[in-house]
């Protein structure tokens, strides 16, 4: 997305308000409220272009490795999710809000195409910028003098520069669960990816990456193996768990550790994520034990060799 919006000129004032108004208004009750709204619509938007990239199948890790025509999925997948989260059901265009027929328009990059049939008509904006982990839902009437003049092959036009200022934001350079990928340096990948065996790629995975949430299907990804779940827990000895605690360093399930993790002030975790962390006191190692949570401590030393 644009790296700098115009101010929104919808007000009370501006001929769209009274439509725009209630079309957010209704689009925030259906999502449980503006919180809610805000935690939900992120989540969604990640989880739609993670399952593209499919990295534990294809071993692709961005929006950038993706054939044009998966990128143009994309923008389905959001229509269809987006209807969901907020209930809404199937109309003329993309959906129907409080009798008003609205088209969908998601983008990656920094603008939507409209097309000919959404013109006159209210449009929900949705833009993902992967680069900045920032993500927009957005409302404006299409109408002709908010558009670009020229349009490509399919006749669609562009939001102008001046279009953008009809916007009403209800979700503007907002925060979204980033790519894990484009948050390791480039060096860590291709350490992580070195090893032979899932183990080894996932004792890396999370002895160079501490103190993040890491999800399920990064762990995937990295172990490459079916059963990669077995590999994470304590196995006999023989899991990442395992050779991990021999080091001193924590591998906590954000299911059944939440409340070390919390007591650690690590951030918090979903159920399906994970965290791993290195006490530095033996007041947190000593709380890790006690917990049950397997830790040698102090690390034994060589225990590096898997």
């Not at 294809?58 to 209930?87: F, M, P, Q, W």
């Not at 900045?132 to 349009?151: F, K, S, W």
């Not at 006999?236 to 001193?248: M, P």
């Not at 290195?278 to 890790?288: I, R």
Request: aromatic share 6%; proline share 7%; hydrophobic share 40%.
């Amino acid at each position: 997305m644009k790296k700098t919006l115009p101010p929104s000129l919808i007000n009370p004032d501006h001929v769209d308000f009274p439509l725009l108004d209630a079309l957010a208004r209704d689009i925030t009750k259906r999502a449980g409220g503006a919180d809610a709204l805000a935690e939900s619509f992120p989540t969604m938007l990640r989880r739609c272009i993670d399952d593209v990239i499919m990295t534990p199948k294809t071993g692709r890790r961005s929006y950038d490795e993706l054939e044009k025509t998966e990128k143009t999925y994309i923008g389905t997948r959001v229509e269809i999710e987006l209807r969901a989260l907020l209930r809404l059901s199937k109309g003329r265009l993309d959906t129907v809000i409080l009798g008003h027929d609205v088209d969908i328009k998601n983008t990656m990059g920094s603008n939507w195409m409209i097309p000919t049939e959404a013109v006159g008509h209210p449009c929900l904006l949705v833009a993902a910028d992967e680069a900045r982990a920032t993500c927009y839902l957005g409302l404006i009437v299409a109408r002709p003098e908010y558009l670009t003049a020229g349009q490509n092959k399919d006749a669609k036009k562009s939001v102008s520069a001046t279009g953008f200022g009809h916007i009403l934001w209800l979700l503007c350079h907002h925060p979204y669960p980033a790519n894990f990928w484009r948050t390791v340096p480039p060096d860590t990948i291709t350490r992580i990816f070195a090893g032979t065996t899932g183990n080894q790629r996932m004792a890396t995975l999370f002895r160079a990456v501490q103190g993040l949430p890491i999800t399920r299907d990064v762990v995937e990804a990295v172990a490459q193996q079916q059963d990669f779940m077995r590999r994470i827990r304590s196995d006999k000895g023989r899991g990442t768990r395992d050779h991990l605690a021999e080091e001193g360093i924590l591998l906590l399930s954000g299911h059944y550790d939440a409340p070390l993790i919390k007591a650690l002030n690590l951030p918090p975790c979903a159920g399906s994520e994970f965290i791993s962390y290195q006490p530095v006191t033996q007041a947190e190692a000593d709380l890790a034990i006690r917990t049950g949570a397997p830790l040698c401590w102090p690390p034994r030393q060589g225990a590096m060799d898997l």
